[in-house]
């Protein structure tokens, strides 16, 4: 009798095996009070800045593909777009993430430990207050505030999640740049100081990175979203035609993504793509 018991145990584990086969259940519990349920069978993407803009348009479309979608931003609480999107995508996690704060970046890393990361998006960027990275009010504070979240923030989030990006198949760490951090582009404007720096600073921390990662088989590849509809072009102050859906710039970035590669990166030499496939100059 105990054999036959022991027969039907085995056999109701090796149902319930195949019946989640392709599946793994990372037992991680998310900001969104949801255990994270990983399908290895597609691919895995990490955003930053994901609650509005552009990062709420890649949690979108890279969950519509089917992706696993772990959306980071600072305050999960206030992020009800993002929130509102898992009811229909059960495959977006949400985080709670400031790059600019060392312990909430080494904390999330150690949660998804051991976990395979094909896609690491930095997209979390800020503007700064115009009136302030103008020449004669230039404000130290407001300085910092930009560096540390456009050019520090990306470092540091890509370092700490180097090994789960190296145990995936894709490999890819990208970091959202500008062309406002373009000197060819912008050799004749007064005006953005801070955020045209920290871009520029980004552009050349990720070609260092790069070189830094590459023993690991890990690419760190800038791309740039173009003129969007985003609260901080409205900030920037830009009333001319031409700017674009996040959508728009969201679907354009994924296939700019997906066709990264060594030799991409060599062709290019490092400079950004931008979401129609455009490179920008340095």
Do not use: H
């Not at 700017?243 to 710039?249: H, M, N």
């Amino acid at each position: 009798m105990k054999n036959i018991v022991s027969l039907i145990n085995i056999l109701g584990i090796l149902i319930i095996a195949f019946s989640f086969q392709g599946l793994v259940l990372a037992q991680i519990q998310t900001n969104t009070s949801k255990q994270l349920l990983l399908d290895t069978s597609q691919p895995t993407v990490l955003i930053t800045g994901s609650n509005r803009g552009i990062g709420l348009a890649l949690v979108r479309n890279y969950a519509i593909s089917g992706w696993n979608v772990i959306a980071t931003c600072r305050s999960p609480e206030r992020a009800d777009d993002l929130k509102k999107m898992i009811y229909d995508y059960p495959n977006i996690s949400i985080e709670k993430l400031d790059v600019t704060e060392l312990n909430e970046i080494e904390s999330l890393a150690r949660k998804y430990q051991g976990i395979a990361i094909d896609v690491l998006i930095n997209n979390a960027g800020v503007l700064g207050d115009v009136k302030n990275q103008t020449f004669g009010s230039l404000d130290q504070l407001t300085f910092e505030k930009v560096m540390a979240v456009n050019a520090y923030g990306p470092l540091k989030v890509a370092e700490a999640f180097t090994e789960s990006v190296a145990l995936s198949n894709q490999k890819k760490i990208v970091s959202m740049t500008s062309g406002l951090g373009s000197m060819q582009i912008t050799g004749n404007m007064d005006r953005f100081y801070f955020y045209r720096m920290s871009k520029a600073a980004l552009n050349m921390g990720v070609i260092a990175m790069n070189a830094s990662l590459k023993s690991k088989g890990v690419m760190s590849a800038l791309i740039a979203p173009g003129q969007v509809e985003t609260q901080l072009l409205y900030e920037s102050g830009f009333e001319g035609p031409g700017a674009i859906t996040t959508d728009e710039s969201a679907i354009g970035l994924i296939e700019v993504i997906e066709g990264i590669s060594p030799q991409t990166i060599r062709k290019n030499r490092g400079k950004a793509t931008n979401y129609n496939k455009r490179i920008i100059p340095w």
